[in-house]
């Protein structure tokens, strides 16, 4: 089993900065891609950003030239550097591991974490 913890949410002024941690741990072999997700009350779950074992990455357009997504593929850590926060930032955001290979099991599955809160307020 892989299980996914995210840290570092808290609230923050407008134009503030907040750094997101998310560490998998588990018996794990690979993991393709990994990502955050945020959702706000009564809205859906949208993707912010997610970046391959390539460390391709692809950004939200909310989020563009603010945000800014990493991994240590070594280490099984993805971050999100958040930058200038918006009141519309406000959500719980989640990690996400995506075709995750487990070692002495078949076939690759996705794994979420429990999600962490950030809110951004005057």
């Known amino acids: 089993q892989v299980q996914l913890v995210e840290s570092g949410g808290g609230l923050v002024e407008p134009g503030g900065s907040l750094r997101l941690s998310c560490s998998a741990s588990g018996n794990i072999f690979s993991i393709f891609g990994m990502g955050w997700y945020r959702q706000a009350p009564g809205k859906q779950r949208e993707l912010v950003a997610s970046i391959d074992n390539r460390r391709n990455t692809t950004t939200a357009e909310s989020v563009k030239g603010r945000f800014t997504i990493s991994r240590d593929n070594t280490k099984n850590l993805v971050f999100l550097q958040m930058n200038n926060l918006q009141l519309e930032d406000t959500a719980v955001y989640y990690c996400?591991?995506?075709?995750?290979?487990?070692?002495?099991?078949?076939?690759?599955?996705?794994?979420w974490g429990q999600g962490t809160q950030v809110t951004v307020s005057s």
């Open positions: 996400k591991a995506e075709n995750v290979a487990v070692r002495g099991s078949l076939g690759l599955h996705d794994y």
